[in-house]
């Protein structure tokens, strides 16, 4: 199953949200996922707390991360979520596979 960094810069920092932030994801690091998250959602590391930005980092696998769009959403709307950005990772392997095949 493919594998994604995801970063999620929060809303205004206050109390509220940092309860929010701690149980949201604090839940989901344990499997335990609002309704509105896909059931192939799964959380392989993390979450981490960026010491520089008000954001959170994790891994997570996913067959369609699009499927997320509605639980995204709703974050945004709640004010939990500012943005995020998803990045897609490939294991080192892959890569020098791809590099020995265009030296070879």
Excluded: C, H, Q
Excluded at 11 to 18: A, D, Q, T
Excluded at 24 to 32: K, M, Y
Excluded at 45 to 63: D, R, Y
């Amino acid at each position: 199953m493919p594998l994604f960094l995801n970063e999620v810069w929060l809303g205004p920092v206050s109390p509220k949200l940092m309860n929010e932030a701690v149980a949201f994801f604090g839940n989901l690091s344990e499997g335990t996922k609002p309704d509105n998250l896909p059931n192939d959602l799964r959380m392989v590391a993390g979450p981490w707390l960026s010491a520089e930005e008000n954001k959170v980092m994790f891994v997570f696998e996913i067959n369609d991360p699009s499927s997320m769009f509605d639980a995204y959403a709703e974050r945004v709307v709640s004010g939990l979520f500012l943005r995020r950005k998803l990045t897609l990772l490939s294991d080192w392997a892959a890569l020098k596979a791809y590099s020995d095949r265009i030296n070879s």
